[in-house]
């Protein structure tokens, strides 16, 4: 039961009880894929196989990457458009709400297995999404997920000092507005309907969808009108 | 904040893609203590969350049990999934943010308990 890919809490309550000094929580290292440790057992098993069968001749390298880029193109991101529509039409954000995967079939965008939920960022909330078993993620609406949202750094710490992590993403939220963390470890996904910025009045949905990049739709920063 | 999402038997016309649950044993609103085990295998209940106390948020629906998908059978019979509200500083003795803050998550009913009940609890 100590089994550390999946004890998070484990993880971290050692790492924050082995020191004796007493570290501000600004100094942990920022979200990225560096503190990944050594490669897990399933990690390296895969990389030999790919060598044993590139060896072998069954496979060749450029055939696992051209693989990896279908996926990509298998999965494009596409959930800026859905938002963008809901910030124009408050009939479809509802519906948006009240059926996500509806909602986006709607819009011709075919979430395949996933159950979608939205969650509505407003002055009084902030929703941002994690996974902390694995890293579920709507792929069919926003792409392949990025390296921070996999790596153990961002799962372990989301869930018990999310303000620090948004805080690292630039994102710094008062204490008046609730922070509500989705684990996202099951059946369902999710989805943020970041709160639409002043200055955007008037706005074509596809200006709309520039500003609602991946980032604000998980939740880890909120949508900027450039200038 | 609207607590329940599309769940809670709005009369539309619109067929929704979430799988209904009939006969679940928790409402909306009711008080759920995730059960404190530790069994071996495949599960979906993060360890950090069993035996805290949060309430009912929605009801997702009747979904197959990953606990058997996960070996190869077929998840039947389907058990009734809930997405289920806690505090922070409840979840988490040295949470350091605001009181208000929270975190939901998705649980299996076999998973929950009347909050009531100190059945898991040691």
Redesign the interface.
Known sequence: ?TDSR?????VKKHAHDHGDHDHS?DDHAPVAGEDEGPPSEFAIMSRAMQEILEAKGVITAEQVTRRMEQFEEDFPYRGSRVVARAWTDPEFRK?L???G??ACTEMGVDLEAD?L?AVEN?P??HNMIVC??CSCYPRALLGMPPTWYKSRSYRSRV??????VLKEFGTELP??V???????????RYVVIPMRPQGTEGWSEDQLADILTRDTLVGVTVPRVRT | MSAAGGETGSAQSRPSTYTPAPGHRYEVGDAVRVKRRYPPGHRRTPHYIRGKVGTVERICGAFPNPEELAYGFDGEPKKVLYRVRFVQKEVWPRYRGPARDLIEMEIFEHWLEPAGDTGGRT
């Open positions: 039961m999946i004890d998070y809490y484990a929580h519906r709400l009240d059926d995967k509806a159950r939920i407003t009084e909330v902390t078993l869930v018990f000092e999310p303000r620090a204490d008046n609730t922070v509500r963390v989705h684990d996202s470890n099951a059946d369902m």
